[in-house]
């Protein structure tokens, strides 16, 4: 395992790192499908083994379940580890809506700490808020009071355009961004990253492998149940140059746009510990084609259910997210 510096956080992280939105199961639907906390504690403490300290979860992945998970399988290591979670998603009052209210950000948090069996978090994030709150100095206001009391080290935003990156850069406060970033999702390369290169803003780079789509590991006769992100994506899923071993990676490290000492990788998460064993190699491959990328992008991007991290796309602030996806 290979160690950067996140931005001027200062946090010095694994390159890959654990995305916890898979652990949260199916109960609540929005997810990767069913689960077993069994073999997800299993494959947080491999992970652990192996060198991975950067986990990175929400607290509405499963309703809480997803910390639940996490704070049982690190307890006792959690010096040895960062731990970054999300606040946006109200599921404390029946469904599920975004509320970014300042009292609302602090009760969150206070929930998400018992959960996490910690009394902070290395890196607190708002999970995709709209655009006019990012580049608003005072959203950010109820981190800085969390921070004074020790329970948040740093804080950052969870985006998915590129506009929302140059508000949240602007408005100088977030420490990072974490934006979804694969050979489906290059429109970061420029502007966006050379800017967060500029103000030291961390990347954290979700949903490398499309939601799983870039594997290699599911083929065109993959079927997901309901509740699962993928179930309404299937029929795209059938695509010839979506298929496994079709699409193949190039690697982003060393050398290219991840070269930068500021990002970070949080990985495909939610798997067993069999598929911790090995880490996916950034070396070799060719560039998928253009076509290929252009098809991938209207894939993952179909029927408006681009993931937002948990969230579908059109969501906005204080609307119900709606039944799960």
């Known amino acids: 395992m290979r160690y950067r510096t996140l931005g001027r ?56 379940h997803s910390e639940e998970v996490l704070g049982q399988a690190l307890e006792g290591r959690r010096e040895e580890v960062g731990i970054a979670t999300k606040v946006g998603g109200d599921f404390y009052h029946g469904g599920v809506r975004m509320n970014f209210d300042p009292g609302y950000i602090a009760f969150a948090l206070e929930r998400s700490l018992k959960r996490l069996r910690t009394d902070y978090v290395d890196l607190y994030q708002l999970h995709n808020p709209p655009a006019e709150m990012m580049g608003d100095a005072e959203t950010y206001e109820v981190f800085e009071s969390l921070k004074a009391e020790n329970k948040v080290l740093h804080y950052g935003v969870s985006i998915h355009e590129p506009l929302e990156a140059a508000l949240s850069i602007e408005a100088g406060r977030p420490a990072t961004l974490q934006i979804p970033f694969s050979v489906l999702r290059q429109e970061w390369i420029g502007e ?134």
């Open 192 to 325: 966006p990253l050379a800017e967060a290169r500029k103000a030291n803003v961390g990347i954290i780079a979700r949903e490398p492998l499309a939601n799983g789509f870039l594997a290699g590991k599911i083929p065109p006769s993959a079927r997901f149940p309901p509740g699962d992100i993928r179930h309404a994506l299937l029929p795209e899923a059938r695509r010839p140059d979506l298929g496994p071993g079709r699409a193949s990676v190039r690697p982003l490290l060393p050398g290219g746009v991840d070269g930068d000492s500021r990002m970070q990788d949080p990985g495909p998460g939610g798997g067993g510990p069999r598929r911790l064993r090995r880490a996916p190699s950034r070396q070799g491959g060719n560039r998928p084609s253009a076509a290929s990328v252009r098809n991938g992008r209207q894939f993952v991007n179909s029927r408006g259910l681009s993931t937002r991290n948990g969230f579908p796309a059109h969501a906005r602030s204080g609307e119900a997210c709606g039944p799960p996806v």
């Open 9 to 64: 956080t200062g946090l010095k992280v694994s390159e890959i790192g654990f995305g916890a939105w898979a652990i949260g199961g199916n109960d609540r639907g929005n997810s990767y499908g069913p689960t077993d906390d069994a073999t997800s504690i299993a494959a947080v403490r491999r992970a652990v083994e192996l060198g991975c300290t950067f986990f990175d979860t929400a607290d509405v992945y499963g309703w809480g």
